[in-house]
């Protein structure tokens, strides 16, 4: 779960589902991906890896594995076809309206829709998605997303716990608002988070 | 969970010619200690519950031990050869378990992605097929014949050359390596990697050195090893398990990680364990 | 020009990178400051009673704060890193040098506790830390909006080149940079500016070069 635009090509990024660490990607040519966070040679993050063409290589020792996470180059041996048995474990990655999804298992129904908006940023917040939502004095909708106007603005909040009782709010505003109402939000947002936080601080 | 064999073995606490009489707090193997010295110097270390523990002053550093070792302190005949110039590098902490350090000092193929344009750089990254060996005589893993294309070996380096290696891991937290020596052929440097446990996920390395070069100033000789070490660091932070998994199915090896493999089996067939995982988690 | 210069430091990276970046020749004089504490002994003391490296020296001038090293270098061997000379963009530049004192007080004690065992309040130090990378991340959550890509601009200026080391390095201090997309998006441009140059714990971006070989055929 990330915002497009925060993974352009040859980006590769940390993340969880389900309390499991992915590495999430994109080639050169524009396809995401997400993989387990640990390179089968010596358990190296992959999210610390890097990106060449359609191949995610691992820092380590560069072994490189393609699209399907089927290992296909072992720079310590170049001439060696790499076993069909390293391969790192994939989930299913979707793109959708700015935003990319990812499910453990496969998922029962396609993300939901998120026409007339446009992706604002994600950030980190030290609480649980429950203390998010009482700040924002509403529930969480069925999918998975808070829906509050910030700074006079609509805006669509999409909910990510991660582990840690951590959470990760994915924000969509309204197409039309201007750059500078777009960074009203950013600030409103802020401001969001430090009453959650504090007011967990204070409990 | 304490390991039996492993606390009967020595482990580097501190710097020889940086200890005072007050002494400094730190942790072996889960077990607060302080490592202090006399009035005469001479090193002391005392464990929290006041006892005080066997020590040993070699090779620049502080050795202890919170058992009875069976072995004396192994030896670095280098040590006591003329000419060479013996660096204290200095402490480095990393979160990390003591024998995925070691394992990591082992390796030879990471060197053009970890260490890149120093100790290695593409498109030179093949690993050729070099010897490994458990001396039973001497009970200790040896890697041979182990040869790598360097971009700059040492800071006494010009150009490119390859570079040959051994190595040796005569304890479970202690890798030495031996490797061409650019200002005097036909000789090795001796580098090692003395690494102290502190937890089964977090030590302190303590890095050492015995060359032949009279050029370079000490503290150049320091910085440039620091900066190797300190490229590794994030790397080691960063594997998962956080323990070093012995049995096979969890990790994948090639024919470059003979010395990984002998040494995980070493340290299995010796009951090493702390710092280790033995099952597929 | 003198850069008294420890590998491992992040402020005197950021000399480096400058010099590296615009070309200048620079002399490096390494210091012991680990093990060996160098940077408090007297001679060093008498060039910068603070204690602190990096100190540079250049025709009898001495300076001991990167980001007076990083502005001098600038207006000397690279005037563009300073940003144009409009009221706002020095007092934007001005403001990140400023910030960057923040950096070195948080992340980078932090850093040298958790890597070099020197004392600091550890969770104090992670927790502003923290809060740094935050306000780093709205800034350019809030520069993206207004079409600029770095710090103080739409190119980058020495404001980058303070903040950037230490925005890559506090992972060194256990402190994590994974929640900050922003932070990830400007240091991967700043890594890929032609001259650039790396300190241990930034690594190379390897993805700016190709496969150096073909892939090997399944059969
Ligand atoms: N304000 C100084 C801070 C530099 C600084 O803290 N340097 C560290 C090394 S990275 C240092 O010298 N520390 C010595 C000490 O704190 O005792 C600058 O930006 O140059
Ligand atoms: S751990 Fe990934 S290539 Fe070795
Ligand atoms: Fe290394």
Redesign the interface.
Known sequence: M??SR?V?P??V??TFVDGRELAVWRSQSGRIAAWDDRCPHRGMRLS?G????ESL?C?YH?W?YNEAGLC??IPAH?????PEAIRVPTVAAVESDGIIWVASEPASQPPPTLTGLVA?????VEAPATAIATAAGMPIDQDGALRPDLAGIACVLLVQPIPGDRT?LHVLVASNAS??A??AV??AL?DLRRRVESERLAA | MTDTPMLNEWYPVG?LT?LTKAGRDTLLMGEAINVACDSLGAPVVSAEDGRTLPVRARYGHVWTSLGSPTKELFDIPEADQPGRRLV??????V?CSPLRAVENFLDIAHFP??H??ILGA??H?EVQRYEVQIREEVDEVWATKVKFYQPQAAKSAAGGITTDYMYRVPAPTVSILYKTCPPRPGEWDVITLFVQPMAEDLC?VWPWMALFDDQT????L??FQ??????D??IL?NQLPRLLPLDPGMEIPTRADMTSVAYRRWLKRHGFTYGAQLVAA | MILYD???SPDCYKVRLLAALTGARITLR???F???G?HKTAPFLAMNPSGTIPIFEDDGLILTESSAILTYLAAKAGPAWLGDDTPAMRGRVAQWLAFSQRLSASIGKARVH????KPADIQACRRAGTQCL?EI??AL??QR???HAFLAGDRPTIADIACFPHSMLA??G?ISV??Y??I??WT?SIRALPGFI?M??I?????L?????P?????
């Open positions: 990330a915002l925060d352009p040859q980006v990024i940390p610390h890097f990106v060449r063409g290589s820092i560069g490189s296909q180059r170049p001439d060696l076809v790499p604002l940023r994600s950030l980190t990760v750059p500078a777009q960074a950013s600030r802020e | 710097i940086q204290d590098v200095g402490v480095v902490r979160k992605f970890v890149t344009d593409e498109p990254t302190q100033p000490m503290t150049d320091i910085h620091q900066m190797i070490f300190l490229q660091r994030s932070e | 420890y590998i491992l390494p210091v012991d680990h093990p060996g160098e958790d890597m070099l065992n935050r991340e709205a959550v809030e909006l207004a079409g992972p060194d256990g994974d929640p997309p922003s990830r998006l991967r790396e241990p714990g690594h190379r971006l390897h993805d070069k190709p496969e150096p070989g892939i090997p055929e399944r059969v």
